[in-house]
């Protein structure tokens, strides 16, 4: 994240962050004989003064945890997306081939069956430009994929309209 710094000067003991309200830094010397600070003691008090209050962003970073796929619960491995914006996710450990048709994209469970699909010309049931997504199924191929999900990762019967998720065209 961007790096915030602060400068003071003359006799000032407090700054005022976004969000924060007044902030105490430490003093050096008496009024009197206040010396300017220098932006390294500046901000290792701020920075001080803003853990002491656990705001957050003070500190530590926090590193993020894994990206859940909320569909399916899978963690996320990486996505992939086609020049028409379309962003399908591959799961951790599977892998992303081409489908039967050479224009479509499926993303696969690391055991090879399908995750998400991409038909940017259909299939022969229905013509019409789709996606589908899929629980963990058996195996490769539409024999091996698990049960049809919808957008919101209900199961339906895979003839369901819901089942053939809209695409950018």
């Known amino acids: 994240g961007a790096t915030s710094f602060a400068m003071f000067s003359g006799s000032q003991t407090s700054a005022s962050a976004a969000g924060v309200g007044r902030v105490p830094i430490k003093s050096f010397g008496s009024s009197g004989n206040t010396q300017p600070l220098k932006q390294t003691e500046t901000q290792k008090s701020f920075n001080a003064a803003l853990a002491s209050r656990n705001v957050e962003g003070a500190g530590k970073a926090k590193i993020p945890g ?82 049809s999900i919808d957008v919101n990762g209900n199961q339906v019967d895979l003839w369901n309209p819901t089942a053939h998720w809209e695409i950018n065209k």
């Not at 050479?102 to 259909?122: A, E, F, I, K």
């Open 66 to 147: 894994p990206t859940i796929d909320r569909n399916t619960g899978k963690e996320v491995g990486r996505f992939i997306g086609d020049k028409k914006g379309n962003i399908m996710i591959e799961p951790k450990g599977g892998s992303t081939v081409p489908g039967k048709n050479p224009v479509d994209t499926h993303t696969l469970y690391p055991n090879r069956s399908n995750y998400q699909r991409l038909n940017p010309s259909g299939h022969p049931k229905d013509p019409t430009p789709h996606g589908h997504g899929h629980l963990e199924g058996t195996g490769p191929n539409m024999k091996g994929q698990g049960p």
